[in-house]
């Protein structure tokens, strides 16, 4: 298996040259609810407080909110009142302070899965369905389901091997969960990219609700290998989160997630996906990119699924029999999987990757010769033989697109 890896002579590095893609991350969370964050709470220094540099400024977020918003009772613990009213929802009413702290090693091992799937039963197969050299004709589509893909772990450093892939921390009302996302280049900022892309189920409720609180993302996460236990003590913090935190600054994901994305069934699928613009929790300034060495260019007009080829796929999953510590991969063509025939199709592969790895990438090699991101996962069935994300088309484009320009 090839790996992701930083050139050693620079920080701006680019991926190696074999395409591989992060799992299905399913989101993850704790069953129990967490109160230790008004403890750890801290008042963000004023390049927190206004996001990164060049960005939406916070306070403008604030001033045109519908509502009054009180930052500090929010760091003291507010966040965790997710009454309706104020459940902010919409694309643009995004805020997220950081909490300096609040992302030990001991509260990302309390992240765990929810088990979000589909049913089989669901799935309506045509194994007469032709093959298809155009994208559109690919929707409505779908094939024989995948056989299972037995997943395989990620050799370690992660920092020399999937320097990129990360775990997307975030509160839920119901927890702390855990998704995985990637370093994306940003079209605005070459060579010095913020950006993650990762499942828009892992930054938003959809129809139910609204943004979720507290999204960070820690790039190579337990860059050794350690065991769960391990990884949980915060004595090992530097070897759980080598690069340090990345708080979001600034969130989108597609409005058909937001208007049809469920926590089960599948709808919303085909728009799941999302864009992180990030800052260091310890302020450096220093750019995500520059950070890992990595950034992966995302690809919208990428061939019909006849014409993919090989995809690989990374993530950390952490339901049973995964623990979330490591980081796995599955290797699969895809085929294709419609639930809403009106949309870009879905990829399917087998891969036994279960909760957990929701948001991690889709890779192929592209036409020059490069890695290049063409989906995140977003579903899986009960059984966790196979894993699916949507097509990145002209929505998912104008996602990035946006992010990047409020990131400046």
Known sequence: MSSIRRRPSRRRAALAAT??????????????GDDESSDDAQAPTDSSSEGAEGGRELQDVIDSLPFDFDVDAWLDGGWENWDQ???LR????????????????????????????????????????????????DRGITDPEPLPVEAVPVQTPYTEN????????????EGPMVCSGTVIADPNNPGRSNLVATAGHCVHAGVGGGWYRNISFVPAYNNNGL??????DPANA???APYGVFWANYVSTTQYWIDNGTTTGGEGAHGDFAVLSV??????????EETVGAAVEVNFDAPAVSGLGSVSLYGFPAAEPYDGALMYNCNGDPGRLSIDATMPVLYWVGCTMTGGSSGGPWLRTGDDGN??????????????????????DVEARDVLEYVSQQAG
């Open 162 to 173: 999937g320097a990129p892939i990360g775990k997307v921390f975030f509160d839920s009302p």
């Open 90 to 137: 919409e694309v643009g009413d995004f805020v997220n302070p950081i909490i300096e702290g609040l992302w030990d090693a001991d509260r990302m091992g309390q992240a765990e899965d929810p088990e979000q799937s589909i049913d089989d039963d669901q799935i309506e197969e045509d194994p007469d369905a032709p093959q298809a050299d155009d994208p559109m004709a």
């Open 85 to 87: 009213d104020t459940w």
């Open 227 to 232: 065991s769960a236990a391990e990884a949980n």
């Open 19 to 32: 395409a591989m893609a992060a799992c299905l991350a399913l989101t993850a969370t704790a069953c129990n």
């Open 371 to 392: 890695p290049e991101l063409i989906s995140v996962n977003s579903i899986g069935p009960l059984e966790s033989t196979w894993l699916a994300g949507p097509r990145l």
């Open 279 to 288: 800052e260091p929790e310890d302020g450096s300034g220093r750019s995500l």
């Open 238 to 240: 530097a070897e759980v």
